[in-house]
Every structure is written in structure tokens, then in C-alpha cells.
């Protein structure tokens, strides 16, 4: 017999109590703030530890080039085919030097995880409750991009964000087609030295977040 | 796997103790359930959503298997740790690969992972900080959220520049960067990586993972070959049960809201993708589970979602730390699922070695009645012969009020209680001062008045 | 006495199951006990039959002999008055493990039923009385400890704040860790006594700390284990039951 085939079977054996239904399973609803929700969510990221701009529509793609430029990164990711990069390429300033992520893992992987320094991408949607943002990787936008450089700045459109996790995962049930789904709340940290809390365990030290009114 | 001598715990405290790691994590959690009727109503949810999906595992395991197959995810079952380390090897002997990045995960360390990989010539590479650390060291996680937290800042210091030729600093950022370089390297060159899964979606194939550092990301991202493992109790029935269960993990575990990484994979990467693992292999583990699984009581272990509250919530385990259990899982949560692990020779002290107390049990997020279940091991175990007749003696008096009255002294009838066979009590303590006359004679010698001191008025 | 109208009635007859460690070491608190709910007019009825509600069999594993003793138990109590116990623990034991001790088709199902409801901790019980007027003005500083059993399967930790927040000369402190265990665990205790010494040393050092000038506990098991150590260690204050407290502020002075 396979391992798989004793394994269901002792446990088609078996029989595991059946949980004792309670009115306590309902969820409670948890609707967005209706005044001020741009100030109100930039408090929640900040409170993870994000540093946050916003900007509206029209002015988005020159103030994300404006913050990139004051960070000041050597070399910086911009995708030429996602719709953000395309919009940044165009103003991309003359002596600053942007690469696209290209196959990140398919190449000389030393210049990526040693030489970017950030990596500009778009956001799917975000989680007021947490500060969280929900990235959809593709081949325009690949992960690595959110994941390798020391400082990733990622574009939050406010009309993307939802109350919290439970709703998200209702309302874009097709998330599940995609290979990989991210939600990000905040730098890479760690505490496991001793309980002390630290940036940019193995992730990006800094977040980024540039919110779109 | 051996007729080995039973595991024991050893009546070993620490000094210091744990004490302020411990309260650093109960305090954290604490903020995060500041309302115990809201706690409640978390945990019943909790609870019912994992009872829900084990009552039909055997169908969801058939489901998720099937719905990662479809997203092109290699699903590997495995009765035991052998066939879960022979199936790994072999899946890196095909990879070609020499090194593996390991991501966080506690099935990995049930297994023996590294060692066997070791065995064999291969390197595998912890890359969680704190199980680098305590890889680095040359030992084993003593908690299964924090693995190092038995290790100062000092100790984590000098184990770094004796073995990665780096200057003594006791700056923790310094520390982590030092951390960070070294295993930027290994992520750079290695062909495989290896994850935990936190929860399998059956629906949808998902296997999600939830960490703070990146690495977890990295070591499913970096290299060609991804394999994950997990223990079969790991299923539930719908993607949207996720959000649910993170929301009480985390908060359980570390008191934050979400990690900062929550990951959701769905299978290797698309033709058109430009990153990711181009193989996506899952390891089930049983190692008892599935008879566990079985057992009317005991089975409620298998809701447990690996959250570390019951650990950090043990004055137990406050004291004398995970080594001292001696099993991969330490705490209330290793008291009751080690004895069930098919690759452990017999725990038998796992059991015992709890004062009821219920800490654990208060914390748990998915209600798991730890106390219930230690008492349930406890009576299902067969006593040594002495302490049968101890309770045999104890019994006989105490179901014989005349005897019990007219027991030779105080000290006869609180003898089973009481020190003597109880052997360590009195080091530490002074023996109990018993009355001069006992309750039941002062009342028997009260002067019958309106009060009345029989069964029948 | 004082009553206000919203407060239950006392009632006329209660029985006290004084617990075997009552019984056999704080036999005095267990009249202290007794003198109270007197006080109140209530007849008290104390079975002579009574030994021990089985709970250190049944957390040990002897299932069977706890069974045997709890059986002998069930029987004490025919008329339908609280049952109130001098131990939180033991209230716990009643409560909660003598439904599953005798679940169905046990032939005494119905009757652990009936007596599990019953089961009332002292504190408990005072609490659902009206208030009791204090005698003894003498301001106190007292720190409780709460059995763990008692703080998961009863209320008597809140009962013992209100019923101690009621008197104005009381001033209940809190230790630091005040719901972690004291370390006895029954048979924990011997079985590794050095975890339990760390506990136990823990315990007594946080309720010093808090100066207060009295240890008191409803649960003895607990006390035993405290008060060995405090004992050993030679410090100055023993803990003591709740009753004997009680006991001084509502009855006043002892002059025996
Ligand atoms: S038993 Fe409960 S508290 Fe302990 S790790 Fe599992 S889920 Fe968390």
C-alpha cells in the first residue's frame, strides 16, 4: 500500500468530532472610516514602521521620481512593461541609473542581491485594519522586486483599499489564479535576538509607500 | 528509529529563567486581545473552522492534492520521517543541488532534516535568524516560534565572531545586518529551498505562509526548486478560512496584527513569469497524526496551529526552557502531541510534567483543552506498581469513613498526600503543619444545638 | 444585619463539605468557616461522612479510585441545599469533573448531576449573600492567592474582590505574576521538585513583596505549599485561609 493510501485510510477510519455550531462564528463587519480615510490609513502604515507620501493621480508618477530621486540609490528597478513603470519611465531624470528586473534570478545573481538599491512597484490593493498592501506579482512587476533590494516603494491607489483581511480574500476570490500572492505590512524585521526588534532581516529595510488619492 | 530508552523531562530549572522573554511575549499578546469577550468569540471561530476542516480531512487532503496538482504542485505523502527524508533526498539528488535554504519550519526539525541531509553530504542552511543562530551553535530550537530565545545577546555575539570571523558587537541591528550578509550568499547560490506551510487551502491549493523576516519569501522565491513539508493537519476547507486563522496566530504567537509577510503560493512560475521556483514539491508528514487522528479525545491536538501561546504562557516551561523536554515540539503543546509521534521512542514523564494549572489551555487560540488532555493521558497510562497501591490504600480510606476517623493520627490519612514517598518535597519546604484535631472531631464535639452535623437533618 | 432588597436570600440550610485538607491541616479555618455562614443564621450541616472529593486520584491517573471516593461523596448530600466547600479546587472537582467522572450510563449520572450543581466555593457563596458588616475596624493589607484550578472553573476569584472590596479597612494588593501557579501540581510536586521549588520560590517572593501583612488563599493545597516554603525559608508571615480573615473582620477579635 502507498504511503498516501494508508494514510487516508486510517483516516477514513477515524472520526473527528464535529464542531458545536455557535452564533460566535459570524463575522463582524468592519467598515472603512468615512472621514478622512487617507489620513486615517496613513496612520496605520506608519504604524508598521512604513514611511508614507501621498499624492494625487495627476501628480503620482513625477512624485514617486521626486522620492526616488532624494533616496538616492545607485541603481534603482523600474519595470519598462507594467503600467507604473512605463508612466516613470518617461520621466526618468538623465543621470539617474534605472534597470529593469529583467529574469532577477536567471542572471548574475551577486548584482542582485548586492547592487540595487530600490525597487519602485504597483500594489493590487490594501488592508486598512493592518497597514497591509497586497501585491500581485506578474512577469511585469516580478517578486523579487519586492523582495531583494534594501528599499522597496510600492503605489497604493486609496480606492483600492479594503476594511480588512476577511473582506479582501471575499471579494477577490481570483487571487487564487495567480502563482503568488503577497500581502506586505511594513520593513522586513525580526526580533530574535533577545527580543529586540530589528529592520531588514532578509527583506527590504525600508517601505516606501506613495498613496494615490 | 530504535527501541530507544523513554524521553524524559528534566527536572531542571534555569537560572534565570525565561522569565522576561516570556513576559515580553505574554504582554505582546495581551495588547492584542485587550477584550476577553472578543478573545472568545476569536477562539470559538478559530476552533470551529479547524474542527470543521479535520472532521472531513481525509476528503480535503483528496481536494488540496488535487487542486495543487492542477496548479502544477508535486504533492509527496509520507507515513514517516524516513519516507519524508528520503523523499526530499532524492528530490535534491534530482535538483543536483548541493545546498538548501531552509525556511522556518518545525516539520523540517520533527524530521531530522539537516541531519540527514548532512549524512549524506548535503548542506542544508537555516536561514531564519533565529534558527542560523542556533544552527550556528550546533543545537536545536528550544520554542517553536522564537528559536533562539534561550540565547542572550552575548551568547548570539560570540557565536558570530568565533564562527563567521566578525568582530564581537553587542548591537542587535549589527548583529541582524552580519546575519544578512551571510545569508544574502547562500540565497545567491542555492538550488533549492525549502518552507513550513502554515495552512493548505483545500479549495483553492494554496499553501500560505505567514513570516516577518523575508527569508521564508527568499527560499521560495531565490531558488530553481521549491519544496515545502507540512503535517497533514495542516488542511482546511476554504481560502477564505485563511484571514481568519492568521488573525489569531499571529496575535497568539508574536502580538502583531499580521506579519509582515503573508504568502500565498499557488504552484511553480508561469512560462511568461520572470521569477520563482520552476518546480513547487509538497511533503505531507504523518508520523502518527493519522493515528492520533483516531483517538476519540486526544485528537483535538491536531487543531493546533503552532502559535507558541501555551509555551509562552507555561510557568513550566518559563522555568526550565525547550531543551529540557527533549522532544522537537517543548511546552503544553509537546505534553500532549509527542506521546503521538510515531518516530518517538515513549514520552511517558510528557505528560506528568504539568501542574494543571491551565495557562495553557486559557490561551489557546483554537480552544485545545490541554489540561483535559494531559488528565486524559494521564488515565490511560498504566501507574508504576508502587504508586497503584498508594492510591489503592488512599482509596480505601477515603472511602471508609470509619477508617478515615479512626485512622492512627492526622498524618496516616494525609500519607498519600504527603511527603515521605513524596521524597523531593521536603528539601525545599518545611512539612506540612497538620491540626491538632481535624475538622470532622471538632464538629462531631460540638454540643449539638440548632446546628446539626450529619447527612440527615 | 443590613440588607439591601436586590440581594439573593440566604438560605436556611447549607451543607459544608470541609475538603480532606481542611479537614486534616486547617481545621480552625475550618470552623472560622463554619462561624461565619452561623453568623448569618444559617443551620450548617456538615456530613460526618465526608473524606475527600478525589482529586488527587483523578489528577494522578487513578481514575478508578477517584471514582470509588467521589462515589461515596455523591451520597451526603440528599436534601437539596448548597453544597458549599472550603476549597476552590475541590469546587472545580465537583463542578466540572464529577459530570464526566459519572457520565451516562453511569447509575449515578443524575445524582453527580444534581450534586455538581450544587457545589458552591465558600467565597462564592458569601458573595451571593447580602453583605456582611464588619466588627473589626483595624485597617488590613492583604494579598490573595487564587488556586489556578479555581481561577479556570469557578468565579471565586471575582467573588473574593467583591466580597473583600466591600470593607473599607481592607486593602486587597496584587502580586506580580498573581494568576501564575504556585507550583504544586499534586504530584508535580514531587515528581520534580526543583521546577516546583523555582515556582514556588517565585510565588512566595511576589507575595512578600507586596508587604501586605496577610497571605490568604481559599484554596489549601495551594497554602500547604506556599507555607512550607515560607516556612522553610524561616520569613515571617504564613499564609492562611480565607475564612480565618473573614472570620476576624465580621466576628470581631478572638479573646480565646
Ligand atoms: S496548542 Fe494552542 S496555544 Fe499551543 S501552539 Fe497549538 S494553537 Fe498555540
Known amino acids: 500500500m502507498t504511503a498516501r493510501a494508508a494514510i487516508l485510510s486510517r483516516l477514513k477510519a477515524g472520526v473527528f468530532r464535529q464542531p458545536v455550531a455557535t452564533q460566535a462564528a459570524a463575522d463582524v463587519p468592519y467598515p472603512l472610516p468615512t472621514d478622512n480615510l487617507r489620513a486615517q490609513f496613513i496612520e496605520r502604515l506608519s504604524e508598521t514602521h512604513a514611511e508614507v507620501r501621498s499624492c494625487d493621480a495627476e501628480s503620482m508618477p513625477q512624485a514617486v521620481v521626486d522620492w526616488m530621486t532624494d533616496i538616492g540609490a545607485q541603481q534603482q528597478w523600474v519595470s519598462q512593461t507594467s503600467a507604473l513603470g512605463q508612466q516613470l519611465w518617461k520621466r526618468k531624470p538623465k543621470d539617474a541609473v534605472w534597470v529593469d528586473p529583467q529574469a532577477p534570478m536567471d542572471q548574475d545573481r551577486a548584482q542582485v542581491f548586492h547592487d540595487i538599491g530600490l525597487a519602485v512597484t504597483s500594489s493590487h490593493s490594501a488592508l486598512f485594519e493592518t497597514g497591509t498592501i497586497a501585491l500581485i506579482p506578474d512577469q511585469h512587476e516580478p517578486r523579487t522586486m519586492s523582495l531583494v533590494p534594501p528599499i522597496h516603494l510600492v503605489v497604493v491607489h486609496l480606492s483600492s483599499v479594503v476594511g480588512r483581511f476577511e473582506e479582501w480574500i471575499r471579494r477577490y476570490p481570483a487571487c487564487a489564479e495567480h502563482t503568488n500572492v503577497l500581502m506586505i505590512t511594513g520593513p522586513s524585521k525580526t526580533a530574535d535576538i533577545q527580543q529586540t526588534l530589528a529592520y531588514g532581516a532578509h527583506g527590504p529595510k525600508r517601505l516606501l509607500v506613495m498613496v494615490v488619492e | 528509529m530504535t527501541e530507544a530508552t523513554p524521553i524524559r523531562i528534566l527536572d531542571n530549572p534555569r537560572e534565570p529563567s525565561f522569565r522576561p522573554a516570556m513576559d515580553y511575549l505574554i504582554d505582546k499578546r495581551a495588547q492584542q486581545f485587550p477584550d476577553s469577550d472578543d478573545f472568545e468569540r476569536l477562539r470559538v471561530q478559530s476552533k470551529q473552522l479547524k474542527q470543521a476542516a479535520l472532521s472531513n480531512l481525509p476528503a480535503l487532503l483528496e481536494q488540496a492534492e488535487a487542486a495543487m496538482v492542477a496548479n502544477g504542485i508535486q504533492v509527496h505523502w509520507a507515513e514517516t520521517i524516513e519516507e519524508a527524508q528520503a523523499t526530499i533526498h532524492q528530490i535534491m539528488l534530482d535538483t543536483q543541488a548541493t545546498t538548501m535554504v531552509k525556511g522556518k519550519s518545525m516539520v523540517s526539525e520533527e524530521i531530522y532534516l539537516n541531519h540527514h541531509l548532512e549524512a549524506h553530504g548535503l548542506r542544508a542552511v537555516e536561514t531564519d535568524m533565529g534558527e542560523f543562530i542556533v544552527q550556528l551553535a550546533g543545537e536545536t530550537p528550544s520554542h517553536i516560534i522564537m528559536p533562539a530565545i534561550h540565547k542572550s545577546k552575548e551568547d548570539i555575539a560570540a557565536l558570530f565572531q568565533a564562527h563567521l570571523d566578525v568582530p564581537y558587537t553587542l548591537d542587535v541591528d549589527e548583529l541582524i545586518a552580519i546575519g544578512r550578509e551571510q545569508l544574502r550568499t547562500e540565497f545567491e547560490q542555492a538550488g533549492i529551498g525549502l518552507s513550513g506551510v502554515n495552512f493548505i487551502a483545500a479549495d483553492t491549493g494554496t499553501l500560505c505562509l505567514v513570516e516577518n523576516e523575508g527569508n521564508g519569501r527568499l527560499s521560495t522565491t531565490a531558488p530553481d526548486v521549491h519544496v515545502a513539508i507540512t503535517g497533514i493537519e495542516k488542511v482546511v476547507a476554504h481560502l477564505a478560512d485563511v484571514p481568519k486563522l492568521i488573525r489569531v496566530l499571529t496575535r497568539s504567537a508574536t502580538g502583531q496584527p499580521i506579519t509582515t509577510y503573508v504568502n500565498w503560493i499557488h504552484g511553480p512560475r508561469k512560462p511568461e513569469e520572470r521569477d520563482g521556483p520552476r518546480a513547487v514539491h509538497l511533503v505531507l508528514l504523518d508520523n502518527g497524526r493519522s493515528q492520533l487522528y483516531q483517538k476519540e479525545r486526544q485528537q483535538e491536538s491536531l487543531q493546533c496551529i503552532r502559535c507558541g501561546a501555551c509555551m509562552n504562557h507555561c510557568p513550566v516551561y518559563t522555568r526550565i526552557g525547550g531543551h529540557a523536554y527533549n522532544t522537537t515540539y517543548p511546552g503544553p503543546i509537546g505534553k500532549i502531541l509527542s506521546p503521538h509521534l510515531t518516530s518517538l521512542p515513549d514520552t511517558p514523564d510528557h505528560p506528568k510534567a504539568s501542574t494543571l494549572c491551565g495557562a495553557c489551555h486559557t490561551v489557546c487560540p483554537v480552544g485545545i483543552p490541554i489540561t483535559d488532555l494531559l488528565l486524559d493521558h494521564r488515565a490511560q497510562a498504566t501507574l508504576p506498581r508502587r504508586e497503584q497501591w498508594i492510591w489503592r490504600f488512599w482509596s480505601m480510606f477515603n472511602r471508609h469513613p470509619r477508617v478515615y476517623r479512626m485512622s492512627l493520627g492526622l498524618m496516616l490519612r494525609l500519607y498519600p498526600l504527603l511527603p515521605k514517598w513524596l521524597g523531593g518535597w521536603t528539601r525545599h519546604r518545611a512539612a506540612p503543619a497538620l491540626s491538632h484535631q481535624s475538622l470532622g472531631q471538632k464538629m462531631a464535639a460540638r454540643p449539638k444545638k440548632g446546628v446539626q452535623s450529619g447527612a440527615a437533618s | ?256
Open chain 3, 1 to 256: 444585619m443590613k440588607q439591601t432588597s436586590k440581594q439573593a436570600a440566604i438560605p436556611a440550610d447549607v451543607y459544608v463539605f470541609g475538603t480532606c485538607i481542611v479537614d486534616v491541616a486547617f481545621a480552625d479555618a475550618g470552623m472560622d468557616a463554619i462561624a461565619v455562614l452561623e453568623s448569618m443564621g444559617i443551620r450548617v450541616h456538615y456530613p460526618e461522612q465526608q473524606t475527600c472529593c478525589g482529586q488527587p486520584a483523578m489528577t494522578s491517573g487513578a481514575t478508578e479510585q477517584a471514582r470509588a471516593v467521589a462515589r461515596a461523596q455523591l451520597r451526603l448530600f440528599p436534601e437539596p441545599w448548597p453544597i458549599v466547600v472550603l476549597s476552590g479546587s475541590c469546587t472545580g472537582m465537583f463542578r466540572h469533573h464529577y459530570t464526566q467522572l459519572f457520565a451516562a450510563p453511569d447509575p449515578d449520572h443524575g445524582l453527580a448531576i444534581d450534586v455538581s450543581s450544587r457545589a458552591v466555593e465558600w467565597m462564592e457563596f458569601l458573595a451571593s449573600c447580602p453583605p456582611l458588616v464588619s466588627r473589626n475596624a483595624t485597617p488590613v493589607k492583604v494579598v490573595v492567592h487564587t488556586a489556578c484550578s479555581a481561577q479556570r472553573e469557578t468565579n471565586t476569584r471575582t467573588a473574593t474582590e467583591s466580597v473583600l472590596g466591600h470593607w473599607e479597612q481592607v486593602q486587597v494588593v496584587t502580586a506580580d505574576h498573581a494568576t501564575e501557579c504556585c507550583g504544586f501540581g499534586g504530584t508535580f510536586s514531587v515528581r520534580y521538585p526543583d521546577i516546583s521549588n523555582a515556582m514556588v520560590t517565585d510565588k512566595c517572593d511576589a507575595l512578600l513583596a507586596t508587604q501586605a501583612e496577610r497571605i490568604v488563599s481559599s484554596d489549601c493545597a495551594c497554602l500547604m505549599n506556599i507555607n512550607g516554603k515560607l516556612a522553610k525559608r524561616q520569613d515571617a508571615l504564613q499564609g492562611e485561609h480565607i475564612a480565618t480573615l473573614v472570620r476576624d473582620i465580621v466576628l470581631g477579635d478572638r479573646h480565646d
